[in-house]
């Protein structure tokens, strides 16, 4: 079975499944993931905002928008990864997303890695970065890749804030460039 056919049958049975139903009811579908199933790098936020919802693409609003410019600083497009988000349906009104309802996707997120095998996750924010590194703040944290056991490989993290704060927070828009800049040689220095 190809990367897309596996994908497809993780997506397919989250809504068979009938994970957290009641955010299923208030979206407009699932927005399970966007870019190349061979990836080297998975991009991970937290949950659809609304422009997510009605495409049904991960990251295409302001965000989005910011983490497309990124990629390009970085000589890289949307098609050379793959974006994910940990929560695959839109918490009403954009609200964060609740631990449970985390908790509900964590399974499927980790399959997804599973079949993709990415070199490096980056985490974008806190959400997605708690269940990589635990008990991590990202103030502290962000920028600095980490060499993590997962399932029965190791993985390295690469936790970011979350492009949507570089928005709001004109600081936090430099120090999210500086960080992103890491990644191609963080990228040689896994291939080595």
């Not at 056919?5 to 966007?34: N, R, S, T, W």
């Not at 070199?119 to 980490?146: A, C, D």
């Amino acid at each position: 079975m190809s990367k897309v056919a596996e994908l497809q049958v993780i997506a397919d049975e989250i809504v068979k499944d009938k994970v957290c139903p009641e955010l299923a009811e208030g979206a407009a579908q699932l927005v399970f993931g966007d870019g190349s199933p061979d990836a080297d790098i998975v991009f991970i936020g937290e949950a659809p905002g609304k422009n997510e919802d009605e495409q049904g693409l991960p990251f295409v609003g302001a965000a989005g928008k910011f983490l497309g410019e990124m990629l390009q600083s970085v000589g890289l497009k949307r098609s050379d990864v793959y974006i994910t988000n940990i929560v695959k349906y839109r918490p009403p009104n954009n609200r964060d997303p609740e631990p449970e309802e985390k908790r509900a996707f964590w399974p499927y997120l980790v399959r997804q890695l599973d079949v993709i095998k990415p070199k490096l996750v980056v985490t974008l924010g806190r959400h997605s970065m708690e269940y990589f590194l635990p008990n991590q703040k990202i103030s502290v944290v962000h920028g600095e890749p980490k060499r993590i056991q997962f399932g029965e490989r190791k993985q390295v993290i690469l936790p970011l804030y979350h492009p949507a704060a570089a928005l709001y927070n004109g600081g936090q828009r430099q120090m999210l460039l500086d960080d992103f800049a890491k990644i191609p040689t963080l990228l040689k220095q896994i291939n080595e």
